[in-house]
């Protein structure tokens, strides 16, 4: 079946350093990948997004490339900020009909000033 | 667009008892999911509904769970008997369900302590 795996946290940076989060995935097809952020006591938030081979999701300075050849959408910053202290979420829409969202265990992140 | 909301936002029970979460989603998006995540986990699908249709279940939705969409609007999950091992968070999504966007919008969730 469809799986995500990321690498295990948590992950310490100082302020301004460049972050790297890594995530493959296994899936049949094509899927839709996915950066969801969590920060501390709220919901899951979009990040940013990929649909198809060689697309580069980003925002607010985050961003991640869709390989087909590596399987692998990993998350990169360069210069990281302490409000970016959360946990991140790598996840792929299954293909089939009803497009659920497979997730990754999570990676925290905490930047330090 | 006010987001999709959850309540109770927080849920303490004793193990045996019901409850009942409610999810409303974003205005006009036709798709709403129900995920369970558990401490230091991702997200798990639970159920899926396309309007009022419940369409797809997980086997992690055991026979004390049921959900509805009545008129395709708000749902309730509802868990009867609670078990200590259903602690957990409770997050419901939304999406607009067009070929356009497949991107999953998410409550706060609803975070469920069984004692």
């Known amino acids: ?113 | 667009d006010t987001g999709v909301s959850q309540n109770p936002r927080h849920k303490i029970t004793k193990r045996g008892q019901n409850v009942t979460f409610r999810c409303d989603p974003i205005s006009e998006h036709n798709r709403l999911y129900w995920y369970r995540q558990t401490l230091g986990q991702g997200p798990e699908f639970l159920t899926y509904f396309q309007n009022e249709a419940q369409l797809e279940k997980s086997r992690l939705l055991s026979d004390r769970f049921s959900a509805e969409r009545p008129k395709g609007s708000f749902s309730t999950l509802e868990i009867q008997r609670t078990e200590q091992g259903d602690s957990a968070m409770y997050l419901c999504a939304s999406s607009p369900g067009t070929m356009e966007s497949d991107t999953q919008y998410f409550g706060p969730g609803t975070r469920l302590t069984v004692l």
């Open chain 1, 1 to 113: 079946g469809n799986s995500v795996t990321q690498m295990e946290g948590p992950v310490t940076l100082s302020e301004e350093a460049f972050l790297t989060i890594n995530c493959t995935y296994t899936a049949t097809g094509y899927p839709s990948l996915f950066w969801y952020v969590q920060y501390p006591g709220e919901g899951l938030q979009l990040l940013l997004k990929a649909t198809k081979a060689d697309d580069k999701g980003s925002n607010k300075g985050f961003e991640a490339t869709y390989r087909k050849e590596t399987t692998s959408f990993h998350l990169e910053k360069g210069s990281v900020q302490v409000s970016d202290s959360a946990v991140y979420f790598c996840a792929l829409s299954d293909l089939g009909r009803f497009q659920k969202l497979v997730f990754g265990t999570g990676t925290r992140l905490l930047v330090s000033p």
